[in-house]
């Protein structure tokens, strides 16, 4: 067994020479031979393979297949059709290199893709699953920033960003990207779209952020796209969490719809239709108490028709709103206000000092909230008791005080003042003011009210003038400069237009002559004014401005037009009223007095016909009145910059 194992094995190992050998002396037999299959069957077999695995999706081998088939001679559209399966399938893949590789050599074979959006959402995906979110974020602002892009391109470049935005929870940088597209929108059926887009988008937000976003944009600015979108939301959902504060919410959701900047208002007015049907349509009373009889029915009466403007202003916008009124002069007009409507818990007037102190003596001020049409209000604690409507004195000085040191950067002031009750009491208010915003009076002199042959020796004293020179003084003798450039005077305009002629007399027509509000007043009820030489350096605070270009101020004057009288202060007042009324008459339905004082704060963006009105925490009223230089044909409203280049052409032409 053993040799036969050895020799098994010896011949193994001889058994390949044998066959070399014996392959020497054998001819070898030939094969046919085999062709290499084409280029183009290969090719088509892979196009087959590749386009069941894409059918499958089996982007796996679909990605294999295609990246091999992107480098093989194939016809443009079957390169194409390459390209973009290769680009989704490595998208499918997560394999975002290869993906955002392919897609930028997609757009090199098919440039027309740089204008589709889904090639630009396949890039940002790419980015994103790389993990590049900021050169997403920057990518999506290129296209934004491209004006040769259409618009949809750039709407939906927009629209992606701000679900970036959203994911990581900062909305904040919302509002600016969605006002910079509706600035470029081309049409308004593009602006109503994104309105539409944004409405969706803002129902997202939490409400916290939604809180904070709003606190920061400016009152005057909530009407403008797209912070009318948030305010809307906003207020939809006060409805919903708080329904007890209806009547406000609703009174905000109608502002925002007559004065937003919408494209397409219909969604929001069918949103509000839908919160009405749930909630009801609120009502609302106003009262007023003025006088219709006596010497100041005039003013009452104007107040009255301002008021009906106003309430009818509000019915159109779809506001229905009821106006109680109280002759003040009636014997029996305490019974009257007592018997108003419950409902007509806000109470516009009186505009007498005596019928205040009769309502406030009868204890009816505790229950009706008293907006009056008064500088002051005597005992009654204002902001407590009784709320202001109306400027005060401290709004007069503070304005001329202002204007002089703050603004014209006059250094001394002085003060002309009669010997009466408002005089006196102005030129302390006035002192007070100057001293508080670190001016000087540097003047100071009074006169006794009725003696106008006596007030040329108190100005004259006012202006330093030695006695020897204040009466039949000679032209060549050099009269003292006064230390000062301005001058207060807080009397009538009757009263100022005898003490003026004083200054020039004593060569002394460089100063800058501060009146009171009713010199305004008078000036525009004048239909002529013979003494303009003494005023050209005048300014007068008012609170009613012909002019003024507010949309309150056009309506009031398009309205009064129609009845054929021009509207003024008086008409203004009761406008506003009844429209303010409104907006604060939910609040004034509370007990306490601070829960109306907060919102009275709180209200920044009421449309004004006269100059606005302001409330601080505690209700105390300040009104921004304006100021006026007189013309020969009414009043224009102060630039203080061009009264000063004019004082200063004065006093150079006067120079001694």
Request: proline residues 7%; contains cysteine; negative net charge.
């Amino acid at each position: 067994m053993a040799h036969q194992l050895a020799f098994r094995g010896i011949l193994t190992l001889l058994l390949p020479v044998l066959l070399f050998f014996a392959g020497g002396c054998v001819e070898k037999k030939r094969l046919p031979p085999i062709p290499p299959p084409s280029t183009e069957e290969t090719v088509q077999g892979l196009l087959l393979q590749a386009d069941a695995a894409w059918q499958a999706r089996d982007y796996q081998r679909s990605q294999q297949l295609y990246d091999v088939l992107v480098s093989e001679p194939l016809d443009q559209i079957r390169l194409n059709q390459a390209w973009e399966r290769l680009s989704i399938s490595s998208l499918q893949t997560r394999d975002y290199v290869r993906a955002q590789d392919a897609l930028i050599r997609w757009a090199l074979l098919d440039p027309k893709l740089r204008m589709e959006w889904f090639w630009h959402e396949y890039r940002i995906l790419a980015l994103l699953g790389q993990e590049k979110e900021e050169q997403a974020e920057a990518y999506l602002l290129q296209i934004l920033r491209q004006p040769e892009s259409p618009w949809s391109l750039r709407s939906s470049a927009g629209v992606r960003l701000s679900e970036l935005y959203r994911q990581r929870r900062d909305y904040d940088p919302l509002l600016s990207l969605f006002a910079d597209l509706y600035a470029t929108a081309p049409d308004a059926q593009a602006k109503a779209e994104l309105e539409r887009v944004a409405t969706q988008i803002v129902r997202e937000i939490p409400d916290a952020p939604l809180q904070r976003i709003m606190e920061r944009v400016p009152p005057v600015e909530v009407a403008a796209f797209p912070n009318a979108v948030f305010a809307w939301e906003q207020r939809r959902r006060e409805a919903q969490q708080r329904p007890g504060e209806w009547p406000e919410t609703w009174a905000s959701l109608q502002r925002l719809l007559q004065q937003g900047q919408w494209a397409d208002p219909r969604p929001y007015a069918e949103d509000l239709d839908d919160l009405q049907e749930h909630f009801g349509t609120p009502g609302f009373c106003v009262g007023l108490v003025l006088p219709l009889d006596g010497p100041l029915a005039e003013f009452g009466w104007k107040v009255v028709r301002g008021a009906e403007a106003g309430r009818d202003a509000l019915e159109k916008s779809g506001y229905p709103m009821r106006l109680e009124v109280a002759n003040s002069q009636a014997s029996d007009f305490l019974e009257t206000v007592a018997g108003m409507d419950p409902e007509c818990r806000t109470i516009g007037g009186p505009i007498q000092r005596d019928v205040w102190d009769r309502l406030h003596g009868a204890n009816l001020s505790s229950q009706r909230r008293f907006f009056t049409f008064m500088p002051t209000m005597g005992e009654a604690e204002e902001g407590r008791q009784a709320w202001r409507f109306f400027a005060g004195p401290q709004d007069q000085v503070h304005v001329l005080a202002d204007l002089a040191l703050r603004q014209m950067g006059l250094a001394g002031l002085a003060v002309l003042f009669p010997q009466d009750r408002f005089g006196e009491h102005m030129g302390k208010l006035f002192t007070r003011e100057v001293t508080r915003l670190g001016g000087q009076i540097t003047g100071h002199q009074s006169y006794q009210p009725g003696q106008h042959e006596e007030w040329g020796e108190a100005v004259a004293s006012l202006l330093g003038i030695p006695s020897q020179q204040r009466r039949g003084r000679q032209d060549q003798v050099v009269l003292p400069r006064p230390p000062f450039q301005a001058v207060f005077i807080p009397d009538s305009l009757s009263d100022a237009e005898v003490l003026l002629p004083q200054f020039f007399y004593y060569d002394e027509p460089r100063l800058l002559i501060l009146g009171p509000e009713i010199w305004s007043q008078s000036w525009m009820q004048r239909p002529r004014h013979t003494e303009l030489q003494y005023f050209r350096l005048a300014a007068m605070p008012g609170a009613w401005w012909p002019d003024n270009p507010a949309p309150a101020a056009r309506s009031l004057t398009e309205i009064e037009h129609v009845f054929g009288q021009a509207p003024d202060f008086w008409m203004a007042l009761g406008y506003d009223f009844a429209r303010f009324a409104a907006r604060i008459s939910q609040a004034a339905q509370a007990s306490s007095p601070d829960h109306l004082n907060a919102h009275l704060a709180a209200v920044t963006d009421f449309d004004w016909s006269m100059a606005p009105l302001s409330w601080n925490d505690q209700g105390h009223a300040r009104q921004d009145l304006f100021l006026f230089q007189p013309t020969s044909e009414g009043v224009n409203l102060i630039d203080p910059m061009a009264l000063r280049n004019q004082l200063d052409r004065v006093r150079e032409r006067f120079a001694r």
